[in-house]
C-alpha cells in the first residue's frame, strides 16, 4: 500500500510526550495539525516551536475525558477545516492499579480517557470519513494490551479494549478508503512512565516518533515496538495461565 500524504489531522494528548512529537513530525512534513490537550500553555509553546521550523499546529484545548465534548469539539474541527484526513487518539492515562489496594478514582480516570475518550476522538468523524472514501484513524495502544500485567489492571484492560476496538474497525471498513492502525509501544521516555522502576528496552521519545510516524506513513495495520518487547510479550500472549502468573511474579 502506498503511503498517504495528509493535509490535516489531530493528535491528542500533544502536550507533551509521545503525541507532542508525533504533532510535530506531522507538522515538519506539511500536515496542519491540531494539537488538542488539557495544557492550553504547553500547546502555546509546541504551536511556537512549530511556527519557528516553518510548521503549522494548531493548539486545541481539549479533555478527552469527557466524551461528549470531545465529540463535539472534533466534529467542528473537521468541518472548519475541510476534513481532517489524520485522526491520532494518543491521549492516554496511566497509574498503578494494583488488585490489592485497587482505587476506583484511577481505575474510572483510565476508563475515561482510555476508553471512553479515545472511542470518541476515532468514532467523530468517521461517518464522514467513510462518506469522503479518505482517511486515516490511529489508536496508540500498549504492548501491555497483550496480557493483564502485574499492578496494571485498569490500564492493561483499557489498553485490550482499544486494540479490539481498531481491530473491528479495521475489518469493517475494508475497501472503503479508510485506514485503521493500532500502535502497541513498549517502554517510551515521557512524564507517564517516568513513575515506573523498571522499563526493560526503554526508548527515547524521539526514537520512537520517528518509528511510529513511519508506520503510520505506510498505512500499517497493526505496529509492535521495541522488536526486543514485542517478542517477549508475543511469548506471554500464548502462555499458558499458570506459566503466565508464575512469569509476572518473577519479571515485574
Not at 167 to 187: H, M, N
Amino acid at each position: 500500500m502506498a503511503e498517504m500524504n495528509y493535509r490535516t489531522a489531530l493528535v491528542t494528548g500533544a502536550s507533551s510526550g509521545l503525541g507532542r512529537g508525533l504533532a510535530l513530525w506531522f507538522a515538519r512534513r506539511g500536515v496542519k495539525v491540531y494539537a488538542a490537550a488539557r495544557r492550553r500553555e504547553n500547546l502555546e509553546a509546541l504551536a511556537n516551536e512549530a511556527r519557528a521550523a516553518g510548521a503549522h499546529i494548531e493548539p486545541v484545548e481539549l479533555d478527552v475525558a469527557d466524551a461528549d465534548a470531545t465529540l463535539a469539539r472534533i466534529r467542528e474541527l473537521d468541518a472548519a477545516c475541510g476534513g481532517l484526513e489524520l485522526i491520532i487518539a494518543n491521549a492516554g492515562f496511566g497509574q498503578e492499579s494494583s488488585g490489592k489496594r485497587i482505587n476506583w478514582d484511577t481505575v474510572k480516570k483510565t476508563i475515561d480517557v482510555n476508553v471512553t475518550g479515545a472511542a470518541a476522538t476515532l468514532c467523530a468523524v468517521l461517518p464522514q470519513m467513510v462518506e469522503r472514501k479518505r482517511g486515516h484513524i490511529v489508536g496508540i495502544a500498549s504492548l501491555a494490551a497483550w496480557r493483564g500485567l502485574k499492578r496494571q489492571a485498569a490500564y492493561s484492560a483499557s489498553k485490550a479494549f482499544l486494540s479490539t476496538f481498531m481491530e473491528s474497525l479495521r475489518v469493517d471498513l475494508k475497501a472503503t478508503g479508510v485506514r485503521v492502525t493500532c500502535i502497541y509501544p513498549g517502554f517510551v521516555k515521557s512524564e507517564m512512565t517516568a513513575q515506573n522502576k523498571a522499563m526493560p528496552f526503554l526508548l527515547e521519545t524521539e526514537e520512537a516518533v520517528e518509528m511510529m510516524g513511519k508506520a503510520i506513513l505506510r498505512g500499517e495495520a497493526e505496529y509492535a515496538f521495541p522488536w526486543q518487547t514485542a517478542s517477549l510479550m508475543g511469548v506471554m500472549k500464548v502462555m499458558p495461565n499458570a506459566l503466565f502468573d508464575a512469569a509476572m511474579r518473577r519479571l515485574l
